[in-house]
């Protein structure tokens, strides 16, 4: 970047100033921000390197730490207080309240089974990892929600981009943690108590709603940003093959988890740099007489300095909306603005409701078990840390390459999302069938078929909701899609693969001549332990794929149509 602004004296103070004001008030530094944010938002997909140490701290069996993983999945995803409280609330309100609950729900746990506090019951670490992980739904509405409000052209990059840094966050974490507490594997709850909590308040009143004019070259921006990410994720992955196969001192590690952190930051070199064209332009145009001969001809002039941004509270309240439960019956053409009961009872969200709690309920109940798969079927430890983060390096491939192209071939082919939707849940179902029928070295790469396939889902979802129901209450049907989740997980996970992982389990022992005694962990081994529950998973899959088909077939002529051509109406207007 030139220098020569900033190099003349008193003057160049006040130009390094007000290029400093641009950078931290601009929309840009907004995305970066929420980044951040959504880079430490992952603790839940981490929950098979910390549920090891539930499970053996407090004596639990397969089918508690799965009821206690459904908590997970429910906090995780049952988003609506977040919503709600996002409708009527600037941004840094909701971020604020997922702070308390992130450092709560976590640091009870660590107190829990370091044994800091007496041994709670089963309902207690329910409660606690419930609120740690509803804390999550905070961080993504204040940051997502925001961004895709203020960038609602790019929508499927935005949400593409964001929710592939929560996919990267599990790896990003697991080196952070190694190099702040070696080995400790308890410590990592910890961890995950304090520092997204950190990394929110920092930001708190960065992220906020703004009237952003699309840029020529906006695309080009994302793409620059994608290819910092892109970047991390590559690095992250050789990382994570040489420490499963070489030894790692602590100082090893300190230094690897550095080089992330560089790699995080540098995402403002992109930033910094479309800032400063933009901040330059601004000084040309105050300095051209004629420029300012126009102005001042207007009848209300434009400031000369740099406006402030628009705060959240001044964008919720300058429209009254019409209220959310009126007319639940009578809802406005496809991707208008629906309010809330118009979208729940619309035909649409039903559909894409089934077809969520099916096809993420199913990826979920994998990525949960992946740990205690991979014991029952003998791989090593450290194959089994392999395949918890090659989940995350492939969850956020998943989110970053269905947000993008996602969006490309809608714009360019009219391919409609829902369509893609359906290919990426049919593909998960050849991991499911890998790991029923536990073919030899086959969990490599269902691991990350499962990784890929769980966070291709999450863009296209929440994309699909933003397009066939409106902005206006996006807050609020965001949480009601990714809500569906916790249903399939805890039909899935809970009452069928826990009961038959336990099921056969109870069966050994028995083979065995042996009793199970009260609080011993159970453990099952062999291919049967998860085979059942996996055909059961792809029959339910491959349901969802027909049912979402249905949902391709009736907003077709919707897809191809010019979806984005009344926000470019609202842009000119507003210009």
């Given at each position: 970047m030139p220098t020569g602004e900033f190099s003349s004296g008193g003057g160049g103070w006040r130009a390094l100033r007000s290029f400093t004001f641009q950078v931290l008030t601009g929309q840009w530094f907004m995305i970066f921000a929420s980044l951040l944010i959504m880079s430490m938002s992952g603790a839940t997909y981490m929950f098979g390197l910390y549920s090891g140490d539930i499970k053996s701290s407090l004596g639990y069996d397969q089918t508690t730490l799965n009821l206690i993983g459904f908590f997970k999945d429910l906090g995780g995803n049952i988003g609506i207080i977040s919503g709600l409280i996002n409708e009527i609330t600037p941004p840094w309100v909701v971020l604020s309240i997922g702070v308390i609950m992130n450092f709560f729900g976590y640091f009870m746990i660590w107190l829990a089974i370091t044994g800091r506090t007496a041994k709670p019951h089963v309902w207690q670490i329910c409660l606690y990892i419930c609120i740690g992980a509803n804390?999550?739904?905070?961080?993504?509405?204040?940051?997502?929600?925001?961004?895709?409000?203020?960038?609602?052209?790019?929508?499927?990059?935005?949400?593409?981009?964001?929710?592939g840094v929560v996919g990267l966050s599990g790896a990003i974490i697991t080196q952070l943690y190694h190099a702040f507490y070696g080995q400790d594997s308890k410590s990592l709850i910890l961890l995950i108590g304090w520092l997204p909590a950190a990394v929110s308040c920092i930001f708190l009143r960065t992220v906020r709603l703004m009237n952003v004019v699309r840029q020529e070259n906006e695309l080009k921006i994302f793409y620059g940003l994608l290819y910092v990410s892109l970047s991390l994720a590559g690095f992250l992955m050789i990382l994570i093959i040489l420490q499963n196969r070489l030894y790692f001192p602590r100082v090893a590690y300190a230094g690897s988890a550095s080089f992330v952190l560089i790699l995080l930051f540098s995402q403002l070199v992109v930033i910094i740099k479309e800032e400063f064209v933009v901040w330059k332009n601004k000084r040309l145009e105050l300095k051209d007489p004629l420029q300012l001969k126009v102005d001042s001809q207007l009848p209300n002039p434009p400031p000369l300095e740099e406006p402030r941004p628009t705060t959240g509270?001044?964008?919720?309240h300058q429209n009254p909306a019409d209220s959310w439960w009126s007319n639940p019956f009578k809802p406005p053409e496809r991707g208008e603005d629906y309010n809330v009961l118009q979208a729940i009872f619309s035909i649409d969200m039903i559909i894409l409701f089934t077809v969520i709690t099916f096809g993420i309920g199913g990826t979920l109940t994998a990525i949960?078990?992946?740990?205690?798969?991979?014991?029952?079927?003998?791989?090593?430890?450290?194959?089994?840390t392999t395949f918890v983060s090659l989940v995350?390096?492939?969850?956020?491939?998943?989110?970053?390459?269905?947000?993008?192209?996602?969006?490309?071939?809608?714009v360019k082919y009219k391919f409609p999302r829902p369509l893609m939707l359906t290919l990426v849940l049919l593909l998960s179902c050849a991991g499911y069938l890998l790991i029923a029928l536990g073919v030899p070295n086959s969990l490599y790469l269902s691991s990350v078929i499962m990784g890929f396939c769980f966070g291709a889902q999450w863009p296209l979802i929440f994309a699909i909701i933003s397009e066939l129901f409106g902005l206006k209450y996006y807050s609020t049907l965001y949480t009601l899609g990714g809500g569906a989740s916790p249903l399939g997980a805890y039909i899935l996970n809970v009452r069928i693969t826990g009961y038959l992982y336990d099921k056969e389990a109870m069966k050994q022992l028995a083979a065995n001549g042996l009793v199970r005694k009260e609080g011993q962990d159970l453990t099952c081994i062999g291919v049967e332990c998860y085979k059942l529950a996996f055909l059961i998973i792809m029959a339910a899959t491959l349901l969802a794929c027909v049912i979402s088909v249905i949902l391709v077939l009736r907003t077709r002529n919707f897809y191809r149509s010019d979806i984005y051509k009344k926000f470019r109406e609202q842009a000119n207007r507003q210009e």
């Open positions: 804390s999550q739904t905070f961080s993504s509405i204040g940051a997502l929600i925001t961004c895709v409000k203020n960038f609602q052209e790019s929508r499927g990059i935005v949400i593409g981009l964001l929710k509270d001044q964008v919720k949960d078990n992946l740990g205690q798969i991979g014991k029952s079927l003998g791989y090593p430890s450290k194959s089994i995350s390096i492939w969850n956020y491939l998943g989110r970053v390459a269905s947000g993008f192209a996602s969006e490309i071939f809608l």
